[in-house]
């Protein structure tokens, strides 16, 4: 029997992967670089979790846990959350789900990859260098004139891998403008492309803030450039103000995404349309849009106005109903389905439930008052644990998980997958859930050590840390095991509607033996056809 | 001390009315949650497939009909009721924003990584605060070196405090104790360590503590030997050679500066009058005093500022 030319035996050797302009193949190429990197933090996270079993802190120096959670920060955020569900499933998936034969700029999008390398070889350098102990926010003066570690090439790494952010954002925008099969008219895109196209609008109009604000810090620490520094004539609150006008946005980078792989999921698994489709796809535009005017929330106790602060606390709570939105679409889609469960339906699952317990929390922390008690205190490091580990992760590799029989072709054991999810869910809730309770009771954030009536909780959360950990080692095990002895997909095991289930698994280089035509929307389901057939 | 420790000791008025709030935010969120938790398992549960039930949709139009009231519902409802939250954190937050009028102040500035806090009394602490309790304190904060942030989790209360300004934090002590301070700014290697202690007395005993240190001297009278110490008496006392703006009467009134601005005197234009002179000058007088910079350390700027305060001049 002749073998079927697909996109992963169009060759074999390294340089066939290297030299690569298949959106697919860079898609992988991004998928074990940011898998990596997740490890990288993970390992960071590990030891800050050991650390603070005991309240004095007996693991590691102090200016050794200060330089692991900045390593934990900066990777997690710039090196696995902002690139994970856009450059590996979006790179994947938005040529195959508009109907495409490849993205608009293929080379951009190997180069993207290519400055991802670079800027994390940058990061990993300042590592081995010493590392830096700013934390992932770098507040001035502290990161300009008074920390003694490598905070410029820290900044240097996270500088370079903003410029990948920006040509992937580029790319995306032109391809979902300009590549969509006949038929694919806007409101005909799966959900997963909104928010691919919202997430590339933000890191298209973000992340050059972002740039210029580190290259300013640059300035400050080697020219004595007075920027921050008020000794140098500088004003330090300028720097949160630009920092967190990227920064903020990026947030949305990380939980858009997610929002819409849980579209996608969700759909399949209960057989039904989407509920409120215009109302979604809107929602993602406002969140994007709004998500821009909400920065100095992040500011509420640095000295900035009162005025100010009642402006942006009122933004705050304006985005998180768009997102509330959502939750409430997810569920009603539900009725009248035909629900199977399988591991990605848990994983989105699990993700809406998590989501919603960040989103909410987050209202209490858009509400002044009690902002001015819980800044800066756990309560903040599990309300974006929650968005960002809760929500996007778990989305991530319920993604991961739907589509892995499209990207490799194989089968992954359900059983595992579903223990796997569960594993995570339980872990996840073990470890944040109990740094709500430290945050109220005052424990501030960056704390090596702490007062010892924190400790039962920190207790507590280190070991779901430990359940966690295992959770998130599961993947590695069954999803490489299906490489080799997985059961042969074919084009369409979950019988979903997108245009990706209909090119065989894995796809052949070119996507589409002949180019697909759109007649319906993106979710045509029938759950009674399911119920009976 | 609870094993299982939920909530601070509340040690403040203030401290009650943001607990309510939390409560009543919790509440909300509990009753959200759990809504959408139930409908969720319900449809989980109902419609599973394999299920034998009724899943046949109304017609479309009648559908749609429905489904955009539905979805105006939840659009209107949380808008509503967010409304009405951020409305109260808002009026508390702005409540307490500025300290009432005869509150007592208490100087306090943040380095790398300790606190120090001076009474006008010239009663100084290192990581300690005395307070009396029932009288408001309202903190005037500045830092040495990097931002750092006041925290007492106790009073429900937070502020950053930054290098070149001076941001303040006021509360009222209502129950005596020994309450932790915190810096919640990371600020370098030992921000951890960073903790100090608020000790609230009953107003008689806070007299007798504060009577106890030994010889010493007030604020403004440790500002008026800086004041000789560092030369500034030579320019700006009463009858110097020099052509430089007086300075009794001088705290809380405006003044005219050089480029057709003015500026209230308060604490950041004196800080700033002497470490970066240039920045404001005062029309009529010619830039020609030098920077500080380097040579006054906050500590002893804050004495400087209490003495400038206690020049009330003659009128």
Redesign the interface.
Known sequence: MPVRATYLNAGFSLWSWLSTHDHKRIAILYTISVTLFFFIGGAAATIIRLTLISPSGDLVSAETYNKLFTIHGVVMVWFFLIPSIPATLGNFLVPLMIGARDMAFPRLNLTSWYIYVLGGLFTIGAMIAGGADTGWTFYTPFSTMFSNSRVIAAVAGVFVVGFSSILTGLNFIVTIHKMRAPGMTWFRLPLFIWTMYATSIILVLATPVLAMTLALIVFERLLGVGVFDPALGGDPLLFQHLFWFYSHPAVYVMVLPAMGVASEIITCFSRKNIFGYRTMAFCILAIAVIGFLVWGHHMFVSGQSVYAGMVFSALSFLVSVPSAIKVFNWTATLYKGSIAFDAPMLYALGFVGLFMIGGMTGLFLASLALDVHLHDTYFVIAHFHYIMVGGSVMAFLGGIHYWWPKITGRIYPDRWARFAALTIFVGFNLTFFPQFILGYLGMPRRYHQYPPEFQVWNILSSAGASILAVGYLLPLGYLAWSLRYGARAGPNPWRAKGLEWQTPSPPPTDNFAATPVVTEGPYAYSATAAAHG | ?E??????PRASALAS??DI??FS?LAL?AV??TA??L??VV??IR???????????APRTERLHR?HW??AA??AI??CL??V??V???V???D??SAPANATPVYAVGK?WMWTLEHTGGRREINELHVPAGRPIKLVMTSQ???H?F?L??F?????V????Y?TLWFTATKTGDY?F????????????M?GHVVVMEPAAFGRWMAGGIGQETMATRGAALFRQFGCSGCHAAGASVHAPGLEGLFGKTVQLQDGSTVVADERYIHDSVL?PRKDITAGYAPIMPSF?GQIDEAQLLDIIEYIKSLRGDG
């Open positions: 001390m094993t299982f420790p939920l909530f601070p009315r943001v709030l939390f935010w969120a959200v949650a959408i938790f409908l969720i449809f989980a419609y599973r497939h394999g299920a034998r039930v009724d899943r046949m949709l489904s539905i979805e939840w659009i949380p808008l967010f409304g939250m951020y109260w954190g808002a508390l937050y702005y307490n924003e790398q070196d990097v931002i942030s925290f989790p106790v429900r209360i937070k502020q950053d930054l290098p070149g300004r941001t932790h915190l810096c919640t700014q990371y600020c370098g290697t030992d921000h951890a360590r903790i970066l910079e």
